[in-house]
């Protein structure tokens, strides 16, 4: 059974740092791209970051460059999400993605984990 989970998430005050974990189990994440997106009330998901299974190659949206980290565990099979210099509008729902390929786009990914929540309040 392909399965994503999600851990990590939490309150955090503004210009703290989080660190998201995303384990799959059922297939393995080299053989996939892993998106990590994140979801505010009442907005669209957005793609912020990530990484290909075959090369490990990574890719930010402008808005979380410099800010957040993704890498990757082979051996435990997990993705991690390193949040540093969190903002106000990064309370949302953090979510990872296994699909076939670098996408922001929410619709080129397969598989999803049930998400994590991160609250950015003082």
């Known amino acids: 059974q392909v399965q994503l989970v999600e851990s990590g998430g939490g309150l955090v005050q503004p210009g703290g740092s989080l660190s998201l974990s995303c384990a799959a189990s059922?297939?393995?994440?080299?053989?996939?791209?892993i998106g990590w997106f994140r979801q505010a009330p009442g907005k669209e998901r957005e793609g912020m970051s990530c990484?290909?299974?075959?090369?490990?190659?990574?890719s930010y949206a402008d808005s979380v460059k410099g800010r957040f980290t993704i890498s990757r565990d082979k051996a435990k099979n997990t993705v991690y999400l390193q949040m540093n210099s969190l903002k106000l509008e990064g309370t949302a729902d953090y979510y990872c993605?296994?699909?076939?390929?670098?996408?922001?786009?929410?619709?080129?990914?397969?598989?999803w984990g049930q998400g994590t929540q991160v609250t950015v309040s003082s």
């Open positions: 990484i290909s299974g075959s090369d490990g190659s990574t």
């Open positions: 993605a296994a699909g076939g390929r670098s996408s922001w786009s929410p619709y080129e990914y397969d598989f």
């Open positions: 059922g297939f393995t994440l080299a053989y996939y791209v």
